[in-house]
């Protein structure tokens, strides 16, 4: 059905930055699966080891990169060798991230800078090293990661909410300013999904319980239940693919409903 050849990704070159786990890997994969040739980094050679293994579990042949997306040098080095080994880079999936729960007049400046250097500079550094590329190809998909917390504050996240609406808005930025070269940029936001970053949220407490904030994210997602990073695959692939070259400057919130929802009365 001709509709569905829009969603392909056949021949296209896609860096997903922090792609050895999480959501970054779900996105790769399903990249991959849409057709698509796959870089990724990440900061730690022992999860790029355990990455690549997974990879190729999927049959997906990935070229990893060490590379710490706050270091213009490390991304620019990286940048040049995906482009002569895989070709210019067409898709770029700004994922990498962190974050630091601490509340606000606790935290140091140090903590609040790293937070910010990840998760909203290195987009910034990323996305120049990739734009020139893409001019010159005549087009290119950037989609950061953002989060609930590009539109909703709460207690410890201050770095994060901090960075992640900024993430929002330099979303709108690239549009604004690299939409006539054919390049959409947009976002994808993501809910309350279940990957090592939230894991301390969803421990089992010592009495057995669910954790609280566990308890928490199921009252107020209308789905009742937490994200996969799978939830996230089609979402990506939509973004990446000539389906969505009129869209830009969006924000997708992938969130079970969470954003349109007072919460369940307790
Ligand atoms: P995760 O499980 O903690 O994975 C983060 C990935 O980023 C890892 O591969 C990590 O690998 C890499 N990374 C961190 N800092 C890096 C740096 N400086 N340079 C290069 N790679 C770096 O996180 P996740 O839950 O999959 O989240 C991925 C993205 O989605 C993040 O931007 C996060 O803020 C966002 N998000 C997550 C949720 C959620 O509920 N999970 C919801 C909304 C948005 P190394 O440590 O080896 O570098
Ligand atoms: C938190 C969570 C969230 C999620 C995500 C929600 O501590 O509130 O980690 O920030 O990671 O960003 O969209």
């Known amino acids: 059905m001709e509709v569905l050849k829009q969603f392909s990704l056949e021949g296209k070159v896609a860096l997903v930055t922090g792609a050895a786990y999480g959501i970054g890997f779900a996105i790769a994969e399903a990249y991959a699966k849409a057709g698509a040739k796959i870089a990724f980094n990440c900061r730690s050679t022992e999860h790029m080891e355990k990455a690549l293994e997974e990879y190729q579990k999927e049959g997906i042949d990935a070229k990893g990169y060490i590379c710490d997306v706050t270091k213009e040098d490390q991304v620019k080095e990286m940048v040049s060798d995906i482009e002569k080994s895989l070709g210019t880079i067409d898709i770029l999936v700004n994922n990498a991230g962190i974050i630091k729960r601490i509340p606000m007049t606790d935290m140091r400046v140090d903590e609040f800078r790293e937070v910010v250097d990840i998760d909203l500079v290195a987009p910034f550094i990323v996305s120049k090293a990739v734009i020139p590329s ?40 690239i549009a604004s300013e690299y939409g006539k070269y054919n390049i959409q940029c947009n976002g994808i936001g993501p809910g309350y999904i279940a990957t090592p970053q939230t894991a301390p949220l969803r421990e089992i407490q010592p009495d057995g319980e669910r954790h609280p904030f566990d308890k928490f994210i199921i009252s107020k997602t209308p789905a009742e239940r937490w994200g996969t990073p799978k939830d996230l695959m089609g979402p990506a692939v939509f973004l990446a693919s000539e389906a969505s070259d009129f869209i830009n400057g969006h924000i997708l919130y992938v969130d079970g409903g969470i954003l349109a929802y007072i919460g369940k009365q307790p």
């Open 134 to 173: 893409m001019i010159k190809k005549g087009n290119g998909k950037i989609i950061n990661i953002c989060s609930m917390m590009s539109e909703l504050g709460r207690e410890t996240v201050s770095a994060y909410a901090s960075a992640k609406g900024g993430l929002k808005m330099l979303t709108k930025n």
